[in-house]
């Protein structure tokens, strides 16, 4: 959360990507530095303990979702 904030100071789009057992902790980082509107976008956990073939299907699934939250235009 902490990168995407700054990079959205920046005036650079960005999407934060956690687990679902983040999510909370997350949003309340958001929050803490100044960007309550930031959602993270959450995949399943774990993902420390998949293969590299795992981790680029999960990555896959949630591609389409990460292009759609960049190119909303001001939402």
Same mark, same amino acid.
């Not at 687990?19 to 949003?27: D, I, M």
């Not at 399943?44 to 591609?63: C, K, N």
């Given at each position: 959360?902490?990168?995407? *904030?700054? &990079?959205?100071? %920046?005036?650079? #789009? *960005?999407?934060?990507?956690?687990?679902?057992?983040?999510? /909370?902790? !997350?949003?309340? +980082?958001?929050?803490? &530095? !100044?960007?309550?509107?930031?959602? $993270? &976008?959450?995949? /399943?956990? #774990?993902? +420390? *303990? &998949?293969? $590299?073939?795992?981790?680029?299907?999960? /990555?896959? !699934? /949630?591609?389409?979702?990460?292009?759609? %939250?960049?190119? %909303?235009?001001?939402?």
């Amino acid at each position: 959360m902490h990168d995407g *904030s700054v &990079l959205e100071e %920046r005036g650079v #789009p *960005s999407v934060s990507v956690c687990t679902e057992v983040f999510f /909370a902790a !997350g949003k309340v +980082q958001a929050r803490v &530095l !100044g960007h309550s509107d930031l959602e $993270p &976008l959450t995949v /399943a956990h #774990p993902i +420390q *303990s &998949l293969t $590299p073939d795992q981790i680029r299907e999960r /990555a896959e !699934g /949630a591609v389409e979702e990460i292009v759609a %939250r960049l190119t %909303r235009n001001g939402e």
